[in-house]
């Protein structure tokens, strides 16, 4: 089993290296680190230095946090292209939603935008895959933009979107996934059975915490069983088959160790 999104440089990293060796002790067979800024990318690069089989990087500025710096985007960039060989996508990246008032207190729209544009532009040119935060009424401004980069590969992470808008993302071959919330919430029950299984991936943006039959656990890989087992009763796709079945979706989008440019 694969997490395909999760914050992994937020996890303590004096305790790192003895929480990887127990997930995969319990059927965790890796991760796809995502970063949030400069900062951030540079920690999950040591990550995939120190882990190499279990983690796959992604770097990148998340969009519910002022844009980076000209100095920063700069830096990033370079940093796609020097690391291009340790990476295997460029995230988190997308457009505000939660916190976008806020944001466009001090910053344009259009600034946003820009920088969804400048990392779209270097995923096309590196041929990587995005992971993408593009939720709610942002979901489709986000898809408008793959569509006009003509981006192949890309990926709505915990997505949550009208039926409409789901429906244009997989019929463009995008990848969506469920987080532990598909366990209790019906909205991601429903989300489930609109993907098909072939587009479909499981994740668990950890650290972030859940509710329900989660609430007060720590957020970890090894939730990935649960959610496996919820989409298992949900499709009716037994669940041998199931995390076969999505083990092949994350490899497919997420490669480690992608070397040539085909
Ligand atoms: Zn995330």
Sequence with gaps: MIDAHIHLDQYDAEEIKDRIKRWQEN???GVVGVATNLRSSY?????????????????????????????????LTKLVKSERHNLSGIGEIGLP????????????????????????KLAK????????????EESKKVLSFLKKHSIQK??????????????EIVSEGYYVSVTPEVC??????????????DQ????????????????????????LKEISKSVSNITKIPLKNLNEKIFNNTNRLYPNFVTDKS
Excluded at 154 to 167: N, R, S, T
Excluded at 200 to 222: N, V
């Design 200 to 223: 479909l991936l499981i994740e668990t943006d950890g650290p972030w915490q859940y509710g329900g039959p989660f609430a007060r656990k720590e957020t970890s890989p090894l939730l």
């Design 27 to 29: 059927g965790i067979d």
């Design 184 to 197: 209790y919430r019906e909205r991601d029950q429903r989300l489930v059975k609109k993907v098909p299984i």
């Design 43 to 75: 920690d999950i690069l040591k990550l995939k230095q120190d882990f190499p089989i279990f983690v796959r990087a992604a770097i990148g500025h998340h969009p519910e946090i002022p844009p980076p710096s000209k100095h920063d985007l700069y830096e």
């Design 125 to 136: 040119d590196e041929n990587l895959p995005v992971a993408l935060h593009a939720v709610h």
């Design 154 to 167: 890309a990926h709505f992470h915990w997505l949550k979107a009208p039926d409409e808008v789901i429906h």
């Design 97 to 120: 939603t939660y916190r976008k008032e806020e944001l466009l207190e001090r910053n344009r729209e259009e600034e946003f935008n820009a920088i969804l544009e400048t990392f779209l």
